[in-house]
């Protein structure tokens, strides 16, 4: 065979994967691993998108999406999000995914530089890579509660940098960023000239009150946001985000995913009208499930003695495995093998999160419970094996 770009053959691969690869190997491991809601998307959101299909809405759309769905996001972008935009400064992509690594596409050269939370999504720095240009992780830190050190991302700027990748509620840490640290940002930006690029794959997702979006405090010509309806609507299957910044750049994304993917599935951008156009109290509902979620995994890890930093928004929550002596990999492989718990290493999301498990709040609450009833005393198991070594 022909050989494909060396490049790609160090792209770093998702840990999340690997973890899902090994708990085939053991015999019903409860895992609190997945990134995937265990809700189904909400039937009027199904009926919708059969109704249009059937009604022959199965050829492509414009490449940046029908111009009904970019209305309709225009308008939630601007009653949730405060983001004041017309819908030609919005794109429809494949996912977040999609919309992400277009926006890198367009923004990157090779041997630009990147900055991107550590511990943070496994797959910006893939993206960031397989462009030929570097991820530079900034550190979060867990007595901080994972927010964001301003000062941490000003100290890792060099001549290279070309923009800040945000990423509030977070995957893997669950902090929301406040607007107070999100203007810091702001400011940052404009002194190095950089682009702010926001990923708020769970803007909708937060336990503690709404979140705040960047691009509501000002940048108007630098920052670049990101959103899905993968996680709000329990419809990661679909494949349908959108992109929104200024409009010579959005119009870039528009054309840089025309020769990879023409547009996002029509008949997925329908669901996703009916979804905009429905009824919310799905959202609530799902939103009112993650929050009972992360109480009770908060409740059975306390009452363990199991330190974890509270999440307030996505839907994972990061144990604190310090006191073990183990590295997270091999306490991870631990819990699968031998209690058969499955949840992701922390190293999987950066060198940060190293010392760390994310556990998921996104599956049935009878299920938290169970994996967190092996957890809880493998842990303790552990740490007295570490204290009499
Ligand atoms: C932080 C973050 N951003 C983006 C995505 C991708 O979302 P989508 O399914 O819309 O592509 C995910 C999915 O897990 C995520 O965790």
């Not at 940052?188 to 979006?213: M, N």
């Not at 609507?233 to 959005?250: E, I, Q």
């Not at 993650?290 to 890890?301: E, G, I, P």
Request: charged content about 15%.
């Amino acid at each position: 065979m022909p050989t494909v770009r060396p490049w790609v053959l160090d792209t770093p691969h998702s840990g999340i994967r690997r973890m899902l690869e090994h708990a085939r190997e053991v015999d019903s491991p409860v895992m609190l691993a997945n990134g995937d809601p265990n809700f189904v998307t909400p039937a009027h959101i199904i009926d919708a998108a059969a109704a249009a299909a059937h009604a022959g809405g199965t050829g492509y759309s414009p490449g940046d999406g029908l111009v009904a769905l970019r209305e309709a996001v225009a308008d939630k972008l601007g009653h949730v999000n405060g983001i004041d935009v017309g819908y030609e400064r919005v794109c429809i992509t494949t996912g977040a995914c999609g919309g992400l690594y277009t926006t890198l596409m367009v923004l990157l050269d090779p041997g630009d530089e990147l900055l991107i939370p550590d511990p943070g999504w496994s797959n910006y720095a893939a993206m960031v890579h397989v462009l030929n240009a570097t991820p530079v992780a900034y550190p979060l830190r867990p007595e901080a509660g994972w927010s964001l050190d301003a000062d941490a991302i000003e100290a890792s700027i060099t001549p290279r940098t070309r923009g800040i990748l945000l990423n509030s509620p977070s995957n893997p840490t669950g902090s929301v960023e406040s607007a107070q640290t999100l203007r810091r940002v702001l400011q940052i930006a404009a002194r190095h000239d950089l682009w702010v690029i926001s990923d708020e794959a769970y803007d909708q997702l937060t336990f503690d009150g709404p979140g705040t979006s960047i691009a509501s405090l000002g940048g108007d010509d630098r920052v670049i946001s990101i959103f899905a309806f993968s996680k709000t609507y329990a419809m990661t299957g679909w494949r349908v985000g959108y992109v929104t910044g200024p409009s010579a750049f959005t119009r870039q994304v528009s054309l840089h995913q025309e020769p990879v993917v023409s547009c996002a599935s029509t008949v997925s951008q329908h669901a996703a009208l009916a979804a905009l156009a429905g009824p919310q109290d799905c959202v609530t509902e799902m939103v009112d499930a993650y929050r009972r979620r992360r109480d009770l995994a908060a409740r059975l890890l306390a009452d363990g003695d199991v330190p974890f930093v509270l999440p307030h928004g996505a839907f994972f929550l990061m144990v604190d495995i310090r006191a073990t002596g183990l590295d997270s990999w091999t306490c991870a492989l631990a819990l699968l093998r031998e209690h058969g718990v499955g949840t992701v290493p922390g190293l999987a999301f950066g060198s940060a999160g190293e010392g760390f498990l994310r556990i998921t709040l996104a599956a049935a609450d009878e299920q938290i419970a169970a994996g967190l009833g092996r957890l809880v005393p493998a842990y303790a198991q552990l740490t007295s094996a570490a204290a009499h070594a």
